[in-house]
């Protein structure tokens, strides 16, 4: 059994004669015939019965098509696969990211990119900045992006972005008229924070700490974004990255810069570099354009 066998198989299967089988093949009928034949003997199956001119496909040969057409989707998903590696390094990307940029911006930033990539997949992976580590490290995802790199070298990581965080309070709130809050306007304040462990609550709570504010630490939350609806729902005050505080625009929340600022930052987790691609490298420079445009900073700030 070789290819060419399968290929006259598959066209007097899908075209219904062997004549039209010999004009999609560019050749001749006898030769189409000459190689049903070699099919059938090479497999034991008896693959059609002939009516006059007509063939008719036996229950043999309908089953042995469905095996073919399987085999042939195979080779259509190869085929695609080889297309977009010669083109763009790799036909899928999988980013990993902590809930901060995962929720936020990385579907924003991949949307602006797939927009120019149409045939392109792309998975996007949520979790803690260990298991994001995890799964860059073990090649499960192509790059993952997180606030702090962890036990990560300094060649598999690189700071994208210092992002001002922003102050959410509830409309309702008497600071709500202020043009900016500071430390000192939260003095006393219910604060809405992260949870214990978070690199950002850590970080948050040491420049407290030497401003020598205190808050009344009494709700915390998982992620940025619930702590933004606890605001709205007149919890407290947070602090948040402004893609997330601006997701939660529509809700009864004012968003005002914090003074002096208290900058998130974002860094890219690479694998091995000999596992990193191409289209891993273009869709970095796709979220330092992202930053630069929508949120008006750089990695450089």
Request: glycine fraction near 6%.
């Amino acid at each position: 059994m070789n290819l060419r066998q399968i290929e006259a198989f598959r066209s007097v299967m899908r075209l219904g004669s062997m004549t039209a089988a010999a004009e999609a093949l560019y050749t001749s009928q006898p030769n189409v015939s000459r190689l049903i034949a070699q099919l059938e003997l090479s497999t034991g199956l008896s693959l059609f019965k002939r009516a006059g001119v007509r063939l008719i496909p036996t229950q043999e040969g309908q089953a042995f098509f469905q095996e073919v057409e399987r085999a042939y989707v195979g080779m259509d998903s190869l085929r695609l696969s080889a297309k977009n590696i010669r083109n763009l390094g790799t036909g899928r990307l999988r980013v990993a990211a902590v809930p901060s940029t995962g929720l936020s911006m990385i579907p924003r930033a991949l949307k602006a990119f797939t927009d120019s990539r149409p045939e392109l997949t792309v998975s996007l992976h949520v979790n803690s900045s260990q298991t994001v580590e995890q799964w860059v490290k073990s090649q499960f995802c192509d790059i993952g992006l997180v606030v702090h790199p962890g036990d990560v070298s300094s060649e598999q990581s690189e700071l994208l972005a210092m992002v001002p965080a922003v102050c959410v309070l509830p409309v309702s709130h008497p600071l709500a008229e202020r043009e900016h809050i500071t430390f000192t306007d939260l003095e006393g304040e219910t604060f809405v924070s992260l949870c214990h462990g978070d690199g950002t609550r850590a970080l948050v709570d040491g420049l407290f700490e030497q401003a020598g504010v205190e808050r009344v630490m009494a709700v915390e939350a998982q992620y940025s974004a619930i702590n933004c609806e606890m605001v709205a729902l007149g919890m407290g005050i947070t602090l948040a990255h402004p893609l997330v505080a601006r997701d939660y625009q529509h809700r009864d929340i004012v968003i005002r810069p914090f003074k002096p600022d208290i900058l998130f930052p974002t860094y890219v987790i690479w694998p091995a570099a000999h596992a990193r691609t191409r289209l891993a490298e273009e869709f970095v420079e796709t979220l330092k354009d992202f930053y630069e445009n929508v949120l008006g900073v750089s990695r450089e700030r």
